[in-house]
């Protein structure tokens, strides 16, 4: 496993990380409407199995179900391990918290996130799908800074849609690490996030590299109403002359063949599908040839690259 220093933290990590949205709630592309999930006792198998492997980075949310109780049983203990996890932006009714409620609230998120890791400390809390009116606001981010003094925090970040969040983000100098989605076909973060946040030395931390299941097998179960992006999966298959069961690994050592992110994330179900993923990390970088082509290949439809818009869970 190859090994990347994240931005200024310090922080050595594996170039894949493990997203665990999928081992701690139902997520992505679903054949039928029966959970898609592994047990707890799976989900922490797998865990352990990632950090045998070579993984020592893991996403994580409050609300990705039961996903960070599974890592503190797993891994908390270890220190060898970092876990990144999220506030997300709190609300009443549809408006925004601000002044003390909004101070009790993301207090009262770490402090559990804290209990279900098992950590003294989070390594990094990233603000979840931040926008640039909230990252430019700043109130959000003065309570994460207040408990990064206080010892309950040790990096702070965003996790980020868009071009404008991003760069917010990265220009407001408080942030030590992006979360971005990115990948075979959607490559606009390429455009002047990825550069920017590298003359910032912002780590840059890549979701969404398989697009929510899209860049697998799973494309074939999409909905009429999403056939582009099957159709988009199809594409690439044929312009590299690959399989549908190669795509996932051609999707993933394109994310990883960057020179301006430092981890890529991979979300799995079975131990299988982590084999398969760690194997594409221990390929070769595409070569230059291939990312030329692979350019040809994004798309910039919003409504198809992000999957706020499907409708599907």
């Not at 949310?61 to 270890?78: D, H, V």
């Not at 003065?142 to 309950?152: R, S, W």
């Amino acid at each position: 496993m190859e090994y990347r220093l994240l931005g200024r933290t310090g922080l050595k990590v594996s170039a894949l990380s493990l997203g665990t949205v999928e081992l701690g709630m139902d997520y992505g592309i679903k054949k039928s409407e029966k959970s898609n999930h592994p047990s707890a006792d799976d989900a922490i198998n797998i865990i352990r199995c990632a950090v045998d492997m070579g993984i020592n980075f893991f996403d994580t949310a409050p609300n990705y179900g039961t996903s960070e109780r599974l890592l503190g049983e797993a891994i908390g203990s270890r220190t060898d391990c970092y876990i990144a996890t999220k506030v997300s932006i709190p609300d009443s009714n549809g408006k925004q918290l601000i002044g003390r409620r909004l101070q009790q609230e993301v207090n009262s998120s770490l402090e559990k996130s804290l209990r279900a890791l098992c950590r003294e400390a989070l390594d990094i809390v990233q603000i979840h799908n931040a926008t640039e009116e909230v990252i430019k606001q700043g109130e959000i981010t003065e309570v994460l800074l207040k408990a990064q003094e206080a010892g309950k925090v040790r990096f702070i970040g965003a996790s980020v849609y868009g071009e404008e969040a991003a760069s917010a983000a990265i220009n407001d100098g408080a942030f030590d690490v992006i979360q971005v989605a990115y990948s075979l076909l959607d490559q606009r973060m390429a455009r002047n996030v990825l550069s920017l946040a590298k003359s910032s030395q912002v780590g840059v931390m890549n979701r969404s590299a398989l697009l929510k299941g899209v860049l697998t097998t799973r494309a074939k179960w999409l909905p009429d109403e999403l056939s582009a992006l099957r159709y988009a999966s199809e594409r690439v298959i044929n312009t590299f002359g690959i399989s549908w069961d190669a795509l996932p690994e051609t999707a993933l050592r394109f994310c990883l063949s960057s020179g301006f992110i430092h981890t890529v994330l991979v979300g799995v179900n079975s131990r299988q599908e982590l084999e398969r993923a760690v194997s594409a990390a221990s390929e070769n970088p595409l070569d230059e040839n291939r990312l030329k082509m692979a350019e040809e290949l994004g798309l910039d439809d919003e409504t198809l690259v992000n999957p706020f818009y499907w409708a599907i869970s």
